[in-house]
């Protein structure tokens, strides 16, 4: 994962030395956001909600796009994300999790340690999960291993296609450039990174209403710049709801998407966390967080 943590870093800098003092165009904003939902929603609803927790189903070519759509935001191939995935839920915050930022040890030093393990130094770590147990069902589904076969391909698509468009639309290789920058290595950049805070910033600033034996947050920056998953909390509450955001005010977009997807009938079988259940579980909020 060196290499697809590495190079979007490098782009970003390269970005920034190419715009300054003249901004960006937006073509290349235009590229970033709609590239940006593009693969956190292959992430969000593909990966997370519909691949490892089974909150809902998609039709073949629905769970080919986001499968594929997930592996281009370059966090690895779909079926050993969820195996991680699902060894978090099955050890959160405790020896086992995979991301946990609080079994580094005490004081600011280890907070410190845990937290940038929790944020992407995980990624390096060799550590063995096995897959066959984890993610049998997975691993029993064609679309998804022909899809983790070739993570490389798509993830090397998810830069080169903004660059193309890029070059086509402006009608140059400069264009093609700055869209390669900026729809491929920026938006992977940001997206890396919110994704990851995930792991380590909700699991250490936020809101708890329903308490539990982790130390899941909810926090409502993440809640929006990652599509509803910043809603941690509720998530780890309720693992196997597709609805992340559970009171009207917490906004999830994810959930807002799958309800579209619904109404085309491209999902079914959504899973929602009962009304009942959740006045049932929740407590009063532990501070005021973030």
């Not at 993610?135 to 029993?140: E, G, I, N």
């Not at 660059?163 to 938006?187: D, E, K, M, N, Q």
Request: net charge positive; charged share 15%; aromatic share 12%.
């Amino acid at each position: 994962m060196a290499f697809g943590v590495g190079v979007p870093f490098i782009g970003l800098i390269v970005a920034i030395i190419f715009s300054w003092g003249v901004g960006v165009g937006a073509r290349d904003i235009a590229l970033l956001l709609g590239f940006y939902a593009f693969t956190i929603l292959g992430v969000t609803i593909g990966f997370h909600r519909m691949f490892t927790h089974r909150a809902l189903k998609g039709t073949p070519g629905l769970r080919l796009i986001l499968a594929i759509g997930g592996s281009m935001s370059a966090q690895g191939p779909v079926i050993e994300w969820c195996a991680v995935h699902r060894e978090h839920h099955k050890h959160s915050d405790r020896e086992g999790d995979p991301h946990s930022p609080h079994v580094h040890g005490d004081g600011v030093g280890g907070m410190f340690r845990g937290m940038m393990h929790a944020h992407f130094g995980w990624l390096f770590k060799n550590e063995q999960i096995a897959r066959a147990k984890v993610v049998a069902d997975l691993l029993a589904d064609p679309v998804l291993v022909f899809v983790d076969r070739f993570f490389w391909l798509w993830m090397l698509a998810g830069w080169v296609i903004p660059g193309i468009i890029g070059g086509l639309v402006a009608h140059s290789w400069w264009g093609a450039l700055t869209g390669f920058l900026w729809g491929g290595l920026v938006r992977t950049f940001l997206l890396h990174h919110v994704t990851w805070s995930i792991n380590s910033v909700c699991h250490v600033w936020g809101t708890r209403p329903f308490g539990g034996p982790d130390e899941s947050r909810n926090n409502w920056i993440f809640g929006l710049l990652a599509f509803g998953e910043g809603w941690h909390n509720n998530h780890h509450a309720f693992p196997t709801s597709a609805r992340h955001g559970l009171r009207w005010w917490e906004f999830d977009l994810t959930y807002l998407t799958i309800r579209v997807l619904k109404v085309a009938r491209l999902v079914s079988d959504v899973r929602v966390a009962p009304e009942a259940a959740i006045q049932l579980r929740m407590k009063r909020p532990q501070g005021a967080g973030l």
